[in-house]
């Protein structure tokens, strides 16, 4: 196979309902594309038959390509260990339950033919999902693009076009706690957005559950932003101005109205929760940033293989 121009990139955990669909409609689009193509599969730990699917799809086409995590990574991971081995000129990053369709890719490739280094999908609307899944994810990326550092768009997943040069600097990155659209705004470049509006999920159940969907977003916002922090010191400068009045209001009690029915336990007991909640709270903020301290400084790698297929030099593959 000759060296690729496009590089597509498919993270997959338990999707085994999904890839068949999935590369019918990415061989649809391949078919379309002005140049040579390689398909990047990465189980990131699947416990269904997503890898046996994939072993498949590898056999029958040599322009599929995938690696096979130890063990399940998570997403962010998963999308970082395929990025690590695309040869194409630029690699475009998307999902397996089909919520992006691979349809949009063909304009993606457009705007990159325009000298775009970055084409990201906006999405419009979120089809069959939840109110409180909309509200919480309507109300994460405004949020985070206020306390962020850099300019990330709201209402945008992994789903994008990145240019070989914007991949290589992304590689270049070793953090663990990673949060892709983040470091793909930071990196910069020429960005732009295609809009679309988000299907539902072909088949299978919802990967990204609240659990991992609000990880995600507290390493959003830790990655990007110190504003928690100093949230933290302004909490405590309030506490302890309410702490300085409550004192005076005591004495002022206990001096000109010693019968007044605030003084005593009620009162200590109201003042030891508050505070206790304070500092409980300002300590959460910085466990969570010391724990990511704590992860990087242990040096150990993102991710660990133990299955590869398609790679040229599959004998020099290491663990990354």
Partial sequence: MTQPIYSLVIPIYNEEENIPEMYRRLNNVMAQLDGEVELILIDDG??????????????RDSRVRYLSLARNFGHQIAVTAGLNFVQGKCAIVMDADLQDPPELILTM?????????VVYAQRLSRKRESWPKRFTAYAFYRI??????????SDTGDFCLMDRQVVDILNTMPERNRY??????????????????????????????????WALAVDGIISFSTVPLKLA??????????????????????????????????????AMFFLGSVQLLCVGILGEYIGRIYEEVKGRPIYTLKETGGFIKESEIKTK
């Avoid at 490739?109 to 280094?117: G, P, S, T, V």
């Avoid at 010191?233 to 007044?260: C, Q």
Wanted: aromatic fraction near 12%; glycine fraction near 6%; charged fraction near 20%.
């Fill in 233 to 270: 010191t302004y909490i405590g400068l309030l506490s302890a101005g309410i702490a300085l009045l409550m004192i005076l209001l005591v004495l002022y009690w206990r001096l000109f109205d010693p019968v007044s029915p605030l003084i005593g336990y009620t009162l200590i007991t109201i």
């Fill in 180 to 213: 892709i659209r983040g470091l793909r705004a930071w990196i910069g470049f020429r960005q732009t957005a295609v809009l679309f509006e988000r299907n539902p999920r072909f088949a299978g159940k919802v990967k990204y559950t609240f659990g991992k969907s």
């Fill in 109 to 117: 490739i457009e705007k990159w033919q325009q000298d775009y280094q």
């Fill in 46 to 59: 699947s416990r269904d038959r997503s890898l046996n699917l994939i072993r498949e799809l590898h056999h």
């Fill in 144 to 153: 985070l693009r206020r306390l962020a550092n850099v300019d990330i768009p």
